[in-house]
Structures are given as structure tokens and as C-alpha cells.
């Protein structure tokens, strides 16, 4: 079992619609949660992170953690065509609690998202 | 501009050969990593390093080496003992590896593509 899940999707949607995206989570160790955007043949970017549990927003986006499920999700909301990536999840612990290392991600298998105009 | 560059964009091996990749970075980090995505598995950690002429295995080092002589570079070697080398390959570094009390957002460079003919 991985320690990271992540629907892979494909994911295609209309545009305007609100997309759900999710990951789960095996390791009680990870306190820090990650979504990165990826565009096809492009490196990874970050679009948010959150600290432990609790609900972040920025924009069009909001980024939830359920430490007690194991459970994370990203929403956007009126999505664009532009919105159209592989999102990854990825998370974090601190020092080596769990087995984590110093600033070792591990990555969900990421999600692909396609928005139609 | 400040940023990661990798080179190059695409690389062709073939049997037996090893190649290297380069990954440069000015934004004068301290840690350094390497990561390899293959399609529907997300990011794995291939190696990392926190500080110059230091560097850790993650969790796919075989078959592959590196040196870290630079503070600014991190080149990636692929060596004929890499069973399954066709992947895409992504270089990243974070102000340093992390802290007990706080995370530093890796950011990436825009990847090589190699393919083993």
C-alpha cells in the first residue's frame, strides 16, 4: 500500500464547474500538505500548502486537511480552461518523526484535469 | 532571474550508456534534489542533498549516482545499471531541507525527458 493515494483520474469537466480533488494518506507523521500544478512537459509548481488541520483559501482555490480521517482535498471553483493540469498532492512530516526525513516529499500519483470551454 | 535550469530537454540513451543530467540553480539554496516521474506514479525521490558535498539516497538510488562539488549544482548521472531509465526527470532545491519547526517550498526546474533507444 502507498503511503500517498491519489485518484488519477482522467478528470474532465465543463468549464464553471467546481472540481473536487483528493488524496489520502497513510503516515500520522505529515503535518505539512502540499497541491502542485503541473502543466504538460513542465516542472511542478506550488499552489498551496496548509499546516496540520483546517481550511485555507486563495482565490479560486481552497485547499482542506482532515488529519483525523487522513484526508486531504483541493476545490477550485469556477474552473477555466487554464485550470487544465496534473495536480499532485504531497506532504510532509517534521525531522524524522514516522520515518520522514528533512524535506522529503512524498507525492500522491497525481490527478489530471481537464476544464472544456 | 532566479530560478532552476535543467539540460537538457530531452535526452536519447542508448543500451548500456551512461548519461548525465544538469540541474543549476541561483537561488542560493542549500539542499538539492532529484526526482523521477513515471506516468501514473507521481514523484519518486531518486537522491538529495542538504550541503555541499553531502547527499542522501531517497528511495530509487540504484542505478544512478551524483556529486554535489557546487552549491549551485547538482548533476544527475544514469548509469547502465538503471534497468528502466525512460522517465522524466525533475530537479529541485528548497532554502535548506527542513527545519523542526517550519517547511521551505522546493521549487522545480522544468525537467529532461530521457528515452533509452
Known amino acids: 500500500q502507498k503511503e500517498v493515494e491519489q485518484d488519477p483520474g482522467p478528470l474532465s469537466v465543463p468549464e464553471g464547474a467546481i472540481v473536487s480533488l483528493n488524496c489520502t494518506y497513510s503516515?500520522?507523521?505529515?503535518?505539512?500538505f502540499m497541491w502542485y500544478r503541473q502543466y504538460s512537459r513542465k516542472g511542478p509548481e506550488l499552489l498551496m500548502y496548509?499546516?496540520?488541520?483546517g481550511n485555507k483559501e486563495d482565490g479560486r482555490f481552497t485547499a482542506q486537511v482532515d488529519k483525523s480521517s487522513k484526508y486531504i482535498s483541493l476545490f477550485i471553483r469556477d474552473s477555466q480552461p487554464s485550470d487544465s493540469a496534473t495536480y499532485l498532492c504531497?506532504?510532509?512530516?517534521?525531522?524524522?518523526?514516522?520515518?520522514?526525513?528533512?524535506?522529503?516529499?512524498?507525492f500522491g500519483q497525481g490527478t489530471i484535469l481537464t476544464v472544456h470551454p | 532571474d532566479g530560478g532552476i535550469t535543467q539540460s537538457p530537454k530531452y535526452l536519447f540513451r542508448k543500451e548500456g550508456q551512461n548519461v548525465t543530467l544538469s540541474c543549476e540553480q541561483n537561488?542560493?539554496?542549500?539542499?538539492m534534489y532529484w526526482y523521477r516521474q513515471d506516468p501514473g506514479q507521481g514523484l519518486r525521490l531518486i537522491y538529495y542533498?542538504?550541503?555541499?558535498?553531502?547527499?542522501q539516497k531517497g528511495d530509487i538510488a540504484e542505478g544512478y549516482s551524483v556529486s554535489r562539488e557546487k552549491k549551485e549544482s547538482f548533476p544527475l548521472t544514469v548509469t547502465s545499471a538503471q534497468k528502466n531509465p525512460t522517465a522524466f526527470y525533475l530537479c529541485?532545491?528548497?532554502?535548506?531541507?527542513?527545519?523542526?519547526?517550519?517547511?521551505?517550498?522546493?521549487?522545480f526546474g522544468p525537467g529532461t525527458r530521457l528515452t533509452v533507444l
Open positions: 529541485a532545491s528548497s532554502t535548506d531541507g527542513g527545519r523542526l519547526s517550519s517547511y521551505n517550498e522546493q521549487f
Open positions: 503516515n500520522s507523521a505529515f503535518q505539512y
Open positions: 496548509t499546516y496540520s488541520s
Open positions: 504531497a506532504m510532509t512530516g517534521l525531522g524524522n518523526a514516522g520515518g520522514t526525513s528533512y524535506g522529503k516529499l512524498t
Open positions: 537561488l542560493n539554496h542549500d539542499a
Open positions: 542533498s542538504q550541503i555541499v558535498n553531502d547527499f
